[in-house]
Each structure stands twice: as structure tokens, then as C-alpha cells.
């Protein structure tokens, strides 16, 4: 058995290896001061300054010129925290010619993902606990049906979700344009797509809550005076929060990194953060690195958070 056991932490290690490796070379060129990806000059932090230089310098384009007030107070701010350094980040004199134009508008991708992530995320919780409960409380027809079917979009191909939303939506929206409504792809289309494949990890997280409830519970709620929506609310919520909110950082972290479907379901003024890595591929690989080092991180954060939440739910 200790032989065993020694080639299966083996084995464990060996795969640990194959996943993250990658993954840490990433961060790790990050700090390479090279203009290039194939050699390495020496660590630095330039590359983080430059990032957050550009999102200052983003942030005080977007407060705009007001010197009073409110807006003035906190352009001055921003041209404090970094705003002002961003020129001399895009000083020709300081980063080849090369790498000047691809620092991207990564603000407007950031604050779009977590616009389009928080509200993804409460749908997504609302509808799966909502079909989570509807399930294990009711037996109906094609009850089996729909707990099988409800796992499609976690198990078919991100690519086919991506065009089969799509073809969705042309579909509808020549439908409503026959009725005098002209809509488009953007923020409305993004939303409901990452509901749609993020909904059913919320849906199963709470069923698996939902194995171990005493089902006296409510009728002994609904015995001292409390209506069924009472003791919904008052009794089976509280015993499923822990998992409502592991299955809600699930939905948030799928939603922040998603690429695929939103690359079929998005226009310009709904770009999000992967997007706007996708569109700066051409630019400096450094630059990339580096969010794609800050999205790892916040992704990793996210599952940690959603472990620990299972790991208390469970004891």
C-alpha cells in the first residue's frame, strides 16, 4: 500500500504539473522586463505600472475635464494615483514603437465584465435555486427530463453554445423587427447567455444540498402558522445559503473569464475583459501577461472562496 500510494502522489503530482505549469510561466514573464516573450532580461515591475498607469489614464478620460465639484475632486485624484505617469508609460522614448499603441482600453473590458458578471450572477442564482427547489420538491411529468437536460450546456462544446445562441437571437430579433423593434446584439444578449450556461452549476450545487434537507423542516413551519412562502424563505433558504453562495461565486467566476459565447453574442459596447485580451493579442506580450496574471489571480480567489464555502457546508 505504500507503494501505492507513493506512485498515485506521484501520478498527482505529474498532473498538478501539466495544468499549472503553464500557467506559471505566465505569471512569471509577467515581470520580464523584455519588449519580447522568447528571451528573458530580468525582473520588473514596469509592466504593472504600465497597466495601471493606462487604467488611471482611461479612468480620467472617462471623468472628463471638470476642474469643480464632485468630478473635479476626483480627476485630481486619479491624476494623483497614476493618471499623470501614463504619458511617460507611452513616451516613445521609453517603450519601442512597437508596443505603443496595443496598451488597450482594458477599463471599459473590465467594468463590462463586472457589470455583465453581477447581473448574470443573480439571475443565474435566482433561476437554479428557484429550479432547484421546484425539483426536489414536485414530482411531474418529464420531472427526470428535465434534470437530465438541464446539464446540456455544461457538457456540450462552449463553440456550439456560442453559435446556437447566436442563430437564437438573428432568429428573434427578425421576429421583432417585424413588429417595428430593431435590436442587436450587445449587453441584453451577453446576459442572457451567460445566465443560460452558468444557471445549471447553480441548479446542481443546490441539489446537492438539497440531498440532505429533512423534509420535516417546512411542514414543521408551515405546523407553528408559517405560509409556504414563509417557510421558504424563513426555514429552506438560510439551510441552502451556503450553497446558494458557492453556487453564485461559481456563476460570477464563469461568467468573468468566459470568451467563447460572449465572442458570438457581443458588440462593441458590451466588450469584456477576455475580449479586450483577444483584441490586444497584437500588442505587447507583456501587457498580456500581465492581465491575464490579474485574471488568474481573481479567478483563483473566486474558487478558493467558493472550496471553503463547500468545505463549511459540508461540515
Not at 507503494?3 to 505569471?27: E, K, T
Not at 409556504?228 to 445559503?241: E, G, H, N, R
Amino acid at each position: 500500500m505504500n507503494r501505492v500510494n507513493w506512485m498515485l502522489g506521484l501520478w498527482s503530482l505529474v498532473v498538478m504539473i501539466f495544468l499549472y505549469f503553464p500557467i506559471a510561466i505566465l505569471v512569471i514573464w509577467s515581470f520580464n522586463s523584455s519588449n519580447y516573450s522568447t528571451r528573458w532580461e530580468g525582473a520588473t515591475i514596469k509592466w504593472y505600472d504600465a497597466f495601471y498607469s493606462r487604467c488611471m489614464l482611461d479612468l480620467r478620460e472617462w471623468i472628463g475635464p471638470a476642474e469643480s465639484g464632485v468630478w473635479g475632486l476626483a480627476g485630481r485624484f486619479v491624476d494623483w494615483a497614476g493618471a499623470a505617469r501614463a504619458p511617460e508609460v507611452l513616451d516613445h522614448s521609453n517603450i519601442p514603437r512597437r508596443v505603443q499603441a496595443p496598451i488597450p482600453n482594458f477599463v471599459k473590458g473590465l467594468t463590462n465584465s463586472l457589470i455583465i458578471g453581477v447581473l448574470s450572477t443573480l439571475g443565474a442564482t435566482a433561476l437554479g435555486t428557484i429550479s432547484a427547489w421546484l425539483t426536489f420538491k414536485y414530482k411531474y411529468p418529464l420531472h427526470h427530463a428535465l434534470n437530465t437536460l438541464v446539464a446540456v450546456p455544461m457538457i456540450v462544446p462552449e463553440i456550439i453554445m456560442g453559435v446556437s445562441l447566436l442563430s437564437f437571437f438573428v432568429m428573434t430579433f427578425r421576429g421583432l423587427e417585424m413588429i417595428g423593434f430593431s435590436p442587436g446584439l450587445g449587453f441584453t444578449t451577453v446576459l442572457i447567455a451567460h445566465i443560460t450556461f452558468s444557471f445549471p452549476y447553480v441548479m446542481i450545487t443546490i441539489q446537492a444540498r438539497l440531498s440532505g434537507i429533512d423534509p420535516a423542516l417546512e411542514e414543521a413551519a408551515m405546523d407553528l402558522g408559517a405560509t409556504p412562502w414563509k417557510a421558504f424563505t424563513k426555514v429552506i433558504v438560510p439551510y441552502l445559503l451556503p450553497a446558494i453562495i458557492s453556487g453564485a461565486l461559481m456563476a460570477f467566476t464563469l461568467s468573468l473569464d468566459d470568451f467563447i459565447v460572449t465572442y458570438f453574442t457581443y458588440d462593441s459596447a458590451s466588450m469584456t475583459l477576455p475580449i479586450a485580451v483577444w483584441a490586444g493579442r497584437k500588442g505587447s506580450p507583456a501587457m498580456l501577461h500581465v492581465v491575464s496574471t490579474i485574471m488568474v489571480t481573481l479567478t483563483v480567489l473566486m474558487v478558493v472562496l467558493a472550496e471553503g464555502i463547500k468545505r463549511v457546508n459540508r461540515s
